[in-house]
C-alpha cells in the first residue's frame, strides 16, 4: 500500500517532471551540440552512439510508459534500435524523441497519486505502478548519463553545468532560501 499524502504526490510530480521536462531537456541539448556524424559515432561496435541510445529510449518509453501504462497504440523493435547504423538524420531523430516525450508528457499527467500502489505492468520485475515510474526515471536518467558523457568527450566545454542549469530552471531542484 502507498500512502496517498503529500509525499506521494510530491514524488509523482518529481517523477513526471525528471522523466518529460528535465532529462529529455538534457538529451535535447546534447543532441543539438553534436554534428550529424558525433551523434553516431561510437568508441567500438560494442558500444552504443549517441543516436542509438535516443532510439532506445524512445522505444523503451513508447513501450513501457506510452503503451503498457497509457494505451497509446505502439509496435516496438528494440534490437533495430541498437542495431541503426544509418545515420537517422538529427532532425528526424529529434523528431522520434519529442514525439515520445510529448505522449510520455500526457500519460504521466493522467496518473494520479491513488495508482500508485495498483499491479505493476511489469509484475516479473516490479510490484506497483510506483516501481515502474521509478525504474523508467531510472533507465532515462542512466541513458541521459551517458549521452552527456559522450557530448562532454566530443565537444570539450558543450555542456558545462548542464544538470545544475536544468534542474534549476525546470523545477527539479529546491531553490536556495538565502
Known amino acids: 500500500m502507498i500512502e496517498q499524502g503529500p509525499a506521494a504526490s510530491n514524488t509523482l510530480a518529481f517523477l513526471r517532471n525528471r522523466i518529460s521536462r528535465v532529462l529529455p531537456a538534457q538529451i535535447r541539448e546534447c543532441l543539438d551540440q553534436l554534428t550529424e556524424e558525433q551523434i553516431w559515432w561510437r568508441p567500438n561496435e560494442k558500444s552504443n552512439s549517441v543516436g542509438n541510445l535516443i532510439l532506445h529510449l524512445s522505444g523503451s518509453l513508447n513501450h513501457y510508459l506510452n503503451f503498457e501504462i497509457g494505451g497509446i497504440a505502439y509496435q516496438r523493435d528494440r534490437p533495430q534500435e541498437f542495431a541503426e ?4 538524420p ?5 523528431r522520434i524523441f519529442d514525439d515520445m516525450v510529448d505522449k510520455a508528457a500526457g500519460t504521466l499527467d493522467r496518473i494520479t497519486v491513488e495508482q500508485l500502489g495498483s499491479p505493476s505492468k511489469q509484475p516479473k520485475m516490479f510490484a506497483s505502478l510506483a516501481e515502474d515510474l521509478l525504474s ?12 552527456v558523457w559522450i557530448t562532454k568527450m566530443l565537444r570539450e566545454g558543450a555542456v558545462e553545468e548542464l544538470w545544475i542549469r536544468t534542474n534549476r530552471e525546470l523545477g527539479a531542484a529546491r531553490r536556495s532560501s538565502s
Open 90 to 94: 538529427k532532425k528526424e531523430l529529434l
Open 85 to 88: 547504423r544509418h545515420p537517422v
Open 136 to 147: 523508467m526515471a531510472t533507465h532515462v536518467a542512466f541513458h541521459a548519463g551517458q549521452i
